[in-house]
Nanobody, 120 residues
Framework: QVQLVESGGGLVQAGGSLRLSCAGP????????LGWFRRAPGKEREFVAA????????FYDDSVKGRFTISRDNAKNMFYLQMSSLKPEDTAVYYC?????????????WGQGTQVTISS
């Protein structure tokens, strides 16, 4: 069972920044589509951002567009979520995910989650 490993969560004031990192599944990493999701208290898990395998095209939920940036480093088997202009409503557990088939709507591997808390 492949387990992704996240890091970088924490507590930050509104308006601040954080960068989440995720160690990818390893072999053939450049063929995986990658994504970030989050689950706020009392809410369902929701999509945040994704990046394709073929040409690095990125996709964002409207709530984070212009504030968050997803990126990948295939040589290091890592991908990232740079979060800026953070708001209290961004508070959630953030999960990284990888799609072995390269599709952006079905993910095979998940991280354990990292808590992000934004204080007002």
């Amino acid at each position: 069972q492949v387990q992704l490993v996240e890091s970088g969560g924490g507590l930050v004031q509104a308006g601040g920044s954080l960068r989440l990192s995720c160690a990818g599944p390893g072999r053939a990493f450049d063929r995986y589509a990658l994504g970030w999701f989050r689950r706020a208290p009392g809410k369902e898990r929701e999509f945040v951002a994704a990046i394709s395998w073929a040409n690095g095209v990125t996709f964002y939920d409207d709530s984070v567009k212009g504030r968050f940036t997803i990126s990948r480093d295939n040589a290091k088997n890592m991908f990232y979520l740079q979060m800026s202009s953070l708001k209290p409503e961004d508070t959630a557990v953030y999960y990284c995910a990888a799609s072995a088939t390269g599709t952006l709507d079905k993910y095979d591997y998940w991280g354990q989650g990292t808590q992000v808390t934004i204080s007002s």
